[in-house]
C-alpha cells in the first residue's frame, strides 16, 4: 500500500472503541498523517490515543500527536507496506488443524467472561462503604478464578512456549505438522500482557516451509477474527514493541 493521498476519504475508529467514523485526508508525509475534523468526531481525542485508520484494502495503527485547529495530526505506527506491526515473543501456544467443512467458531478473547460491579448496582444507602469494599474485593477474586478457569479449559495454562512473529493480521512459528497453502488451523495462545489475555481465533497456512527435524515454519494470516480480538493483539503488540525499544535504548547507553 502506497503513501495515502491528501483528499483520500477513509474510515477510523478510536481504540477500544468500536464506531466508525468518516473522514477525509488533508495530508501525508512519511511519519504523519493529517486528518480532517469530522463533524461526528468524539469530543475528546486526546494525545497519545491510538487510532484506527481503514479503508477497502487496509488497517493501518496511529497514535494522535495533536488535535487542535483543523485536523487531527497522527504519528504512523507501520512498518513500510505493513499496516501493524510485527514483534517477536515467546508464549503459550496450542494449535489444532480444522478438517474441513467444519464451521469455524466466532474468535473470542478467552479471559474477558468476567463479572462487573458498580456503585451504580445499589441504591444510595443501601450498602455501607466497608461491605462494599470488602463485596468489591470478593469480585475481584471471583473474577481472577473465571478468568483461570478459563485458561485452563482452552488448555492455556499447560500449553507449549512457542516462539513466535506476531502481529494483529497474522503469526508465524514453527510446527510438527506437515502444512500445506490453505490449511486452517485453531489457535489458541496466551498473550504475556498483565493480566495474561487468552485468544482463541484461526489462521490460513499462506507460507511453509520443512526446516528440518520434522518441523515446519508457516506464516498463519488469521481470519474471521473479531474487532475486540484483533484490538487486544494491537495492544500487546504495541507494548511488546515499546519494551524492545525501551530496552536497546538502555543497552546502547551502557555501551556509550
Known amino acids: 500500500m502506497g503513501m495515502l493521498q491528501p483528499g483520500e476519504m477513509i474510515y477510523f475508529r478510536v481504540m477500544p472503541d468500536t464506531k466508525q467514523y468518516h473522514g477525509k485526508i488533508v495530508s501525508s508525509s512519511k511519519e ?19 487510532i484506527i485508520v481503514s479503508g477497502e484494502h487496509f488497517d493501518y495503527f496511529t497514535e494522535v500527536l495533536t488535535n487542535e485547529g483543523a485536523g487531527i495530526l497522527l504519528k504512523k505506527l507501520w512498518e513500510e507496506k505493513r499496516g501493524y506491526f510485527r514483534v517477536d515473543d515467546v508464549f503459550p501456544v496450542r494449535y489444532q488443524r480444522v478438517t474441513e467443512n467444519v464451521p469455524l467458531k466466532k474468535s473470542t478473547v478467552l ?17 455501607s ?16 478464578i473465571l478468568e ?6 482452552a488448555g492455556l495454562t499447560t500449553a507449549e512456549n512457542k516462539m513466535v512473529n506476531v502481529s494483529a493480521t497474522g503469526i508465524r512459528m514453527s510446527l510438527q505438522d506437515r502444512s500445506d497453502i490453505g490449511d486452517i488451523y485453531e489457535i489458541k495462545m496466551l498473550l504475556p500482557t498483565t493480566p495474561p489475555v ?15 527435524n520434522g518441523e515446519y515454519e508457516v506464516g498463519l494470516q488469521f481470519i474471521e477474527m473479531e ?10 503488540t504495541l507494548k511488546r514493541q515499546r519494551e524492545v525499544m525501551l530496552k536497546e535504548r538502555q543497552q546502547r547507553g551502557n555501551n556509550g
Open 111 to 127: 479471559s474477558q467472561d468476567v463479572i462487573e460491579m458498580s456503585d451504580t448496582d445499589l441504591p444510595d444507602g443501601t450498602v
Open 129 to 144: 462503604p466497608k461491605l462494599w469494599k470488602m463485596l468489591d474485593s470478593m469480585n475481584a477474586k471471583l473474577n481472577m
Open 32 to 50: 504523519t498523517l493529517l486528518l480532517e475534523h469530522p463533524a461526528d468526531t468524539p469530543p475528546t481525542i486526546d494525545k497519545g490515543r491510538h
Open 198 to 212: 487468552g485468544i482463541e481465533t484461526y489462521g490460513r497456512v499462506v507460507r511453509a516451509r520443512d526446516i528440518g
Open 148 to 153: 483461570r478457569l478459563n485458561l485452563e479449559s
Open 227 to 236: 474487532d475486540d480480538v484483533r484490538d487486544e493483539i494491537i495492544r500487546y
